[in-house]
Nanobody, 128 residues
Framework: QVQLVESGGGSVQAGGSLRLSCRASGGAYSSYCMGWFRQAPGQGRERVATIFTRTGSTDYADSVKGRFAISHDKAKNTLNLQMNSLKPEDTAMYYC?????????????????????WGQGTQVTVSS
């Protein structure tokens, strides 16, 4: 079992920045797909950014490319999401998620249905 605990959410004005962190513990795999997902009220959960920890390869939703950056600190086993140039449409509950993957590529990390470990979420609110 992998335990994921997010932190760093909050309220910010449009154009501002926030940094989310997700501390991971437990788990039996040596590498994982890890990602940030978000869900706005009345909307489905969508993928924001993902990383394959074995290679460091990343992928982003078109809506956040050039504004968000995902990273994984192996020493601290922490997943981060740096969010810059925030927009009101970025307002959502943000979730950290993971699933074990020993061999593969970032393309194996793109489907939300594959993620079986989830954090409790952290709220991000961007005002105009």
């Amino acid at each position: 079992q992998v335990q994921l605990v997010e932190s760093g959410g909050g309220s910010v004005q449009a154009g501002g920045s926030l940094r989310l962190s997700c501390r991971a513990s437990g788990g039996a795999y040596s590498s994982y797909c890890m990602g940030w997902f978000r869900q706005a009220p009345g909307q489905g959960r969508e993928r924001v950014a993902t990383i394959f920890t074995r290679t460091g390869s990343t992928d982003y939703a078109d809506s956040v490319k050039g504004r968000f950056a995902i990273s994984h600190d192996k020493a601290k086993n922490t997943l981060n999401l740096q969010m810059n140039s925030l927009k009101p449409e970025d307002t959502a509950m943000y979730y950290c998620a993971a699933h074990g993957l020993l061999f593969g590529s970032i393309y194996d990390c793109l489907k939300i249905a594959q993620y079986n470990f989830w954090g409790q979420g952290t709220q991000v609110t961007v005002s105009s």
